[in-house]
Each structure stands twice: as C-alpha cells, then as structure tokens.
C-alpha cells in the first residue's frame, strides 16, 4: 500500500503536526518518495552550508530488529512505522566543502571569486575550532534538517515522532558506521497514523518572547 496524500495547506502542516506513536503498518514508503521527502528536508539552511546531516533509513525487517533493542522505550514506534530515520551529524562535514563550494560555481550560484575568498577563510576557522563547539554548530543544523524533515513528511501525507531515548552510544556501530566520526542525534519515526494522536499546549508568546 502507497500514500498519495499531499497537503499544500502551510497552515495544516504545522497545526496538524503531531507526535505519532502508532502508525498503519501496512503502509509502507517507497525509496523514491523517501528521497523526495530527504532531499526537501536538506533544503534547510546549515552554517556555511556545510550540510553535517547524515540519515539511516531503517525500513527493514533485519534494521528495525536492529534497532529494537537500542530504542527499548519506542517499540511501537519501531515495529509500526514505515521507516525510523536515524539522523546524525558528520564530524567530517569539512571535507565536503570544496565539493559543495564548486558545485556552487559550476551552477552558476556562486562567483568563483567568492568561493576562492570564502573557502580558505572556512577552513581556517573550522580547522582550529574546539571539538565540542564543532559538534554544537552541527546539531544546530542537525535539528533544523530534523524539523524540515518532519514538515516535509507532513506534506507527503505522513506523520512522525522525533525519538531522543535511544543507545545513541551503540547506535552508530550498529549500523556499520564510525562511531567517532558520526554522533548521533535522534530518531524520526515515519509512517501513515493509525490515530490522531493528541494535541499539546504551548506558553504563550507573552510569556517566552520579549521586544526591545
């Protein structure tokens, strides 16, 4: 079985969002309009557009026993959903630069003169920045990507739930991935709902926002 459903309705897509925990399981998600719906998530900005996301689409039978026991508390999640996307973030997203800077050029979306300027000036910075504080600028990408992701899904007729209880220190390796190089960032769970799940509050404006 195949989703059609497409929303257009900006307004629907974002007030209809939910947190789905159980989803139609017979439902499931082609690799091409998996593709569609990854590929609208990565138009989400990222610092000096370096694109640190990296995603493992688990929609097997043998992934998802892979992941069962890594995400204990999410079984529903796991074995009823089309697919439990892994997001990560690359730690080597610096060595995609030149690839994407010239991609630019040869678009025509970029001078090369700009590239040739802005590259060395990248790289000189993201070299010598701390570890931890390239790993904070990565997840700040890795959750805008994350939430486009969810958007994206919703536009395709599907629904999803963002996991954060997980063996991320596992998760990796378990995948045949380098544990140093890939730090993981969350799950998304991806499928048709099998109910509407359930609507939650939020603070008012007044309360979490200030004008100077």
């Keep these: 079985m195949m989703n059609t459903t497409k929303i257009n309705d900006f307004n629907e897509i974002i007030t209809g969002r939910r947190s789905i925990r159980n989803y139609d399981p017979s439902v499931k998600i082609s690799k091409e309009e998996m593709t569609e719906i990854l590929t609208e998530a990565t138009l989400a900005p990222s610092s000096v557009n370096l694109q ?44 995609y630069a030149d690839e994407i800077y010239n991609k630019a050029v040869e678009e025509g979306l970029m001078p090369a003169e700009v590239r040739d300027r802005q590259l060395p000036a990248i790289k000189g910075l993201l070299e010598t920045m701390p570890q ?9 990408d890795a959750g805008l990507v994350s939430m486009q992701l969810m958007l994206a899904a919703r536009a395709h007729g599907y629904d999803t739930n963002p996991i954060g209880g997980y063996e991320k220190d596992q998760i990796a390796e378990a995948y045949g991935m380098e544990k140093e190089r890939y730090y993981p960032v969350m799950l998304i769970s991806i499928g048709k709902a099998a109910d509407a799940g359930y609507k939650s509050v939020r603070l008012p404006i007044e309360s979490i926002a200030e004008w100077k």
């Design 52 to 95: 640190p996301w990296r995603f493992v689409v688990i929609d097997s039978a043998e992934g998802k026993e892979t992941l069962a026991p890594l995400a204990k508390f999410n079984q529903n999640q796991v074995k009823t959903s089309s697919a439990v996307i892994a997001v990560f973030v690359d730690m080597n997203s610096l060595d």
């Design 132 to 140: 931890d504080q390239f790993r904070e600028m990565n997840l700040i």
